[in-house]
């Protein structure tokens, strides 16, 4: 069996099409056709009124919060499992990241936690959608309206998740979506922001750009950023959106067939999804109840690579302090038995029944 990495991106369809003709015409900026094209598939797909397409999803990230008004002074509630970056671009605003703990069954954030968390400085709460499992919407925007807070959602590992019957990246004010190789739809490196408020489009367009005035060029209407993603990025984006149907409809079936096949295994427990949600597959994931590294470093001496669950925030040194001082149960149970299993849509039956196989080898 040959090496079989946690991701890797699909490029069949126009991709190469698309980017010859930004090569022949010329259009290799951020200036050009596709950028458009790809912001309103992408908008279109999440049923939003606007987007912005971004370098990264770490730069939309940055550019939501900005938009928002977000500053020191300020708190914003962000779940203590994540991947780094919300926290990151918090702080690189001034303002200071509020650690609050997960629900055990979704993963994501606890409206309960935010609930406990919210103060007089807070200014918004950072939704993250883990693995393809979508928050709790309903309760957390119960929670988000008691306080008159926006909600930014980062929906970076879920395109095309589902909570309530409606899909990831409406929800929030603004809606942050990553384009990374390993993600659900890739540009190689790109993002973007979602959001129904043309004043808010608006804003994050003018960061994204130099704040140069629209009507008046050389005219800086605010100190800025050049967030923008390329023509060329673009163009594998609007192919990659041609497929994204597929690509989930894939991905469904390794899901189901990964939960086929490591069902009932003694020590490995399945995810479970909560009752509203229609999540995707982004990363397989699972939980081992005893020695998950042990699991990991064998599966690789296989050729499986794998991937541990994030660490929690506020067990590294540099992030302590925002914890405030508390236990995160649950992000800790979370961290130190999950583990993502390979997950893409060209993985085949015969590699997860490879997969399969050694994980209940080595779980005996
Ligand atoms: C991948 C990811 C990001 C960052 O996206 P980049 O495009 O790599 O900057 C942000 N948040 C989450 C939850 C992610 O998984």
Same mark, same amino acid.
Do not use: H, I, L, N
């Given at each position: 069996m040959n090496f079989i990495p946690l991701a890797k991106p699909v490029l069949k369809g126009n991709e190469k099409k698309y980017v010859s003709q930004c090569l022949k015409n010329e259009w290799i900026s951020s200036k050009g056709d596709f950028v458009r094209a790809f912001e309103e598939s992408f908008s279109r797909f999440c049923q939003r009124k606007y987007a912005v397409a971004a370098t990264n999803g770490t730069t939309a990230l940055h550019l939501a919060l900005l938009s928002l008004g977000v500053g020191p002074g300020d708190e914003i509630i962000v779940p203590d499992l994540t991947f780094i970056s919300p926290v990151n671009m918090i702080i690189q605003t001034g303002a200071r990241p509020v650690l609050a703990d997960v629900d055990p069954d979704s993963w994501t954030l606890s409206a309960e936690e935010v609930e406990r968390k919210v $103060? %007089? =400085? $807070? =200014?918004a709460i950072i939704v993250v959608h883990l693995y393809g499992m979508p928050a709790k919407m309903k309760e957390l925007e119960r929670i988000a309206r008691k306080h008159r807070l926006p909600i930014i959602e980062d929906a970076a590992e879920a395109h095309g998740a589902y909570s309530h019957g409606r899909i990831t +990246? %409406?929800? +929030? /004010?603004v809606s942050c979506f990553s384009f990374f190789g390993n993600k659900i739809i890739t540009t190689g490196e790109g993002g973007i922001c979602l959001t129904n408020k043309k004043s808010l489009a608006d804003k994050i367009r003018l960061l994204a750009s130099h704040g140069m005035d629209p009507q008046k060029k050389y005219n800086h209407k605010a100190i800025a950023f050049n967030y923008r993603l390329t023509n060329l990025q673009a163009a594998i984006g609007l192919a990659q959106m041609e497929q994204i149907d597929s690509f989930l409809e894939k991905r469904q079936a390794i899901a189901s067939f990964y939960s086929e096949l490591l069902s009932g295994i003694k020590g490995i427990i399945l995810p479970f999804y909560h009752g509203e949600a229609k999540p995707v597959c982004w990363l397989y994931s699972v939980l081992v109840e005893k020695e998950r590294d042990f699991l990991v470093k064998e599966l690789l001496d296989a050729g499986i690579e794998t991937r541990p669950f994030f660490i929690p925030v506020h067990k590294m040194a540099l992030y302590? *302090?925002? *914890? *405030? *001082? /508390? =236990?995160f149960p649950r992000a800790e149970f979370l961290s130190t038995r999950g583990i993502n299993l390979p997950t893409y849509p060209g993985l085949t039956k015969n590699e997860i029944r490879y997969i399969a196989g050694k994980i209940k080898e080595i779980i005996k």
């Open positions: $103060t %007089s =400085k $807070t =200014k +990246g %409406s929800f +929030g /004010e302590q *302090g925002y *914890g *405030g *001082g /508390e =236990k």
